[in-house]
């Protein structure tokens, strides 16, 4: 940028990133399971999925907990995860294949 000015900065960030930039910013723009779950479980039943808390294990600085989505009546694979949150997007993951819902494909699009 200060050798040559902007367009040529501009020229440089595309030729070397531009791609990955482009792929993150699609994979960003692409909804989590959980979203897709509460999205598909609004348009079918016209209320959202709950999430229970099965179980917990661990001490405080290593817990992991066990969440099943429910829908409808209907109790889904639980799953577990390092925090409710990620424990609760695992387990919209699992009810997304009992359902045969389209899920994400990249390991990136999962949660974490």
């Known amino acids: 940028y200060l050798d040559q000015g902007l367009p040529a900065a501009e020229r440089f960030i595309e030729a070397t990133m531009g791609p990955r930039l482009r792929s993150d910013s699609t994979r ?22 709950r999430y229970r808390v099965l179980e917990q294990r661990g001490e405080a600085h ?35 294949l009992v359902l045969e819902e389209p899920v994400p494909s990249s390991p990136q699009d999962l949660p974490t």
């Open 28 to 49: 960003a723009n692409t909804p989590g399971p959980k979203q897709q779950f509460q999205e598909y479980c609004q348009k079918q039943h016209g209320k959202p999925p």
């Open 62 to 96: 290593t817990r992991a907990f066990l969440v099943a989505a429910e829908a409808a009546g209907q109790r889904f694979p639980s799953a577990w995860g390092r925090t409710i949150k990620e424990a609760e997007a695992w387990a919209a993951f699992e009810a997304l």
